[in-house]
């Protein structure tokens, strides 16, 4: 490390007397936690209404499958809903909608209760019973989070998929988990423009054997193709039903949701959540590392529902906790890039939660934008999805939290269902990058291969010793490869492998360095490099691919991939490579388009043949090689380099 980083590492932001004295979380937190952990969240688990109480907070004798709050019953709905309304709190606005051609409208809990309650007999009727799955397939509209209520409601397990993922990928995640009910919309608002969304629903299911309807919401009012007996309108019948209905309570263990990720193979694995474990940690961390104050704050958490933070923190955590978000349909620069900002004018937001790449593009937009609004309302400033460079920390504390904002840095995954290593804002001293320590009831260690705790200084890989809450219940349908990809690597010692590297620094901050797998993060997106790999040797043109992320000024990391022609492919130049980067678009998503693709003779492999990515990097970043002496072939570079 150079010495200015060193110097970056070393000065703390202490946080604020004042913030301190109304903060949520107090030093009590942690020496609880560390007295008793279980007891501990036995305690958290109270913070929400159970119908029947649990008999033991954790069961791991069958371990790595975990039971928290066993024989606990409850109703995640309810909780995200009825309870506010019961308590009084009804009139209350749970959702400030804002529509990205300009349209807003406000959902108090009283509406959201009718709504998920409309929702719920709809589903009823439509024959789904506990235990079901339903796809959701959808934008940034409160349909989307009433529907994801709804199934939480009946014991649906819902499995959201991307509004931005292709028809192939939505059909293997409908195949995968068997969905009765696929949720869409006719299309989307993108960029001032309607983009039809239900005919790569309706690729998908064509003949998806396990679809018994698709229900679909008019946004946009575009036309549809319409399959009778198979589609329903959402306002001829959701719209309809009755805004009546009594949640019954589920298993604390219950599956919530499944929600797919990608691993270091081509098929991503669906993650399992359970419902009384998920939403006391969800909830518990939304509650402290927020500091969210029911009533008076106005939170917005950028995040889609596609992903597990909209799962996490804006659906569950936060409405758990009875709280007036804002959830805005569209791209932060439509029609300008003003937006964000405006928003936040508009609505008096207070706590903000994004990733650190839309910080690195409001930096490259530039400060003027952002200083051109009272953002005075702001008061606490969250970054989740990556790594955060200390320098656009240090730019979205001053620009946007008007050099007085904690920052909480949050490190979690997918698996983890909520956050995991966080600052705690009115305790902990920040460093800008750093997501400082495990948060209190959670447990994580940075060791080497040989499961050695490493001190200060040294790079290792981050596992977590302990179970937790919100971890996940197991990959669907694939118990296997659940205890492979992540409790084989340190099988020995019962930890989870979260497959990051990190290291403390000599204060002992928790450093996250980026994964350590073939997994890449593009805009604090999980791609797998075998995804796109894959995806490029199904178009006709292409014998071989290898994908390799590289540093990205803006995005963490980007695509780049190294392709081998089939023999007898002419290489076309541009245009072949916008037809590859089109079928990539086609076959995942647009956000797995490389940016980058090169035609190249050969790949460069080790002599068992596994592809040398490693190496690949160091070419797409421009360095110089690093040890090429596994290589069969080391003059392969000199091809690839086009000398
Ligand atoms: O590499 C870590 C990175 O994102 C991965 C998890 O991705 P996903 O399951 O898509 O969930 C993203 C939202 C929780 C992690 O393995 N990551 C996430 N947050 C941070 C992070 N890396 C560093 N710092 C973070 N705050």
Redesign the pocket.
């Known amino acids: 490390m150079t010495s200015a980083a060193q110097e970056h590492e070393s000065k703390a932001y202490p946080p604020s007397p004042e913030f301190t004295a109304t903060a949520n979380a107090g030093p009590e937190l942690q020496a609880a936690a560390d007295a008793d952990r279980l007891g501990f969240w036995d305690e958290q688990a109270k913070r929400l209404d159970w119908a029947e109480p649990w008999t033991e907070v954790l069961d791991w004798s069958n371990a790595p499958f975990a039971k928290w709050f066993v024989g606990g019953k409850l109703n995640v709905a309810y909780n995200c809903v009825d309870r506010h309304v019961e308590a009084g709190n009804g009139d209350r606005v749970a959702i400030h909608f804002e529509g990205e051609p300009g349209d807003s409208r406000s959902l108090t809990y009283n509406d959201l209760l009718a709504e998920v309650s409309r929702a719920a007999n709809t589903f009823t009727e439509l024959g789904l019973v506990a235990g079901d799955r339903v796809a959701i397939y959808m934008p940034m509209i409160p349909e989307a989070i009433v529907t994801m209520l709804a199934c939480a409601r009946l014991g649906l397990t819902h499995s959201v998929v991307f509004g931005g993922f292709s028809s192939s990928a939505l059909r293997s995640r409908i195949d995968d988990a068997q969905a009765k009910l696929l949720v869409t919309v006719d299309g989307q608002w993108r960029r001032g423009q309607a983009a039809p969304l239900k005919n790569a629903a309706d690729e998908a299911v064509a003949d998806a054997k396990s679809i018994e309807h698709v229900l679909v919401v008019a946004r946009t009012g575009i036309d549809v193709e319409w399959t009778e007996g198979r589609d329903l309108w959402w306002h001829e019948t959701v719209e309809k039903a009755s805004p009546e209905h009594e949640a019954q309570p589920f298993d604390s263990e219950h599956p919530l949701f499944i929600l797919y ?2 691993g270091t193979t081509g098929k991503p694995k669906g ?1 399992i959540h359970s419902s009384g474990g998920y939403l006391t940690q969800a909830s518990y961390t939304h509650h402290y590392v927020f500091d969210h104050k029911p009533g008076k704050d106005v939170y917005w958490c950028t ?1 889609d529902i596609g ?3 909209g799962h ?1 923190y804006i659906v569950y955590g936060p409405l758990s906790n009875g709280v007036t978000q804002v959830v805005y349909e569209g791209t932060p620069n439509s029609p300008n890039e003003h937006r964000h900002f405006e928003i936040i004018e508009k609505y008096g937001v207070s706590i903000y939660y994004t ?2 790449t839309l910080i690195r593009t409001f930096m490259k937009w530039g400060r003027e934008i952002p200083d051109a609004h009272d953002l005075s309302s702001i008061r606490l400033l969250g ?6 460079n200390p320098e656009a920390w240090r730019w979205y504390r001053e620009v946007i939290g008007a050099d007085s904002a904690p920052i909480v ?8 269902g909520a ?1 995991m ?2 600052p705690l804002p009115g305790i902990t001293a920040t460093k800008p990058g750093s ?1 400082m320590a495990p948060l209190p009831g959670i447990s994580a260690k940075i060791v080497d291969d040989e499961a050695t705790p490493l001190g200060a200084g040294g790079n290792g890989y ?1 596992v977590l010793d302990q179970p937790w809450p919100a971890m996940l219940r197991g990959i669907w349908g694939d118990e296997q490869r659940y205890r492979e990809t992540y409790w084989s690597r340190y099988a020995e010692q019962g930890w989870y492998f ?3 590297g990190a290291r403390y620094d000599d204060d002992g901050a928790l450093w ?4 350590v797998d073939d ?1 890449m ?1 593009v805009s ?3 791609i797998s490099t075998s995804e796109v790999e894959s995806a490029l040797v199904s178009h006709p043109s292409i014998a071989e691919a290898a994908v390799v992320g590289a540093a990205d000024e803006t995005t963490g990391q980007g695509i780049v991939a190294f392709v081998i022609l089939r023999e007898h492919v002419e290489n076309t130049g541009d245009t072949l490579i916008k037809e590859l980067r089109d079928h990539v678009a086609v076959e995942i998503s647009p956000i797995a388009k490389p940016r980058q693709i090169t035609v190249v003779p050969e790949l460069p492999k080790t002599r068992s043949g596994k592809i040398m990515r490693r190496l690949l990097r160091d070419v797409a970043e421009g360095r110089e090689l690093g040890d090429t002496s596994t290589l069969v072939d080391p003059a392969v570079f000199d091809a690839i380099r086009g000398k």
């Open positions: 990720t990608s993650i995040a992903w597990v933070t996490s990733a650190p970054s989740v999805g990556e790594p955060i840095d949050t490190w979690w995954q997918t698996e983890t956050i290593i966080s997501a981050l979260a497959g990051d996250v360095l980026g994964r997994v993060n604090g997106h999980r």
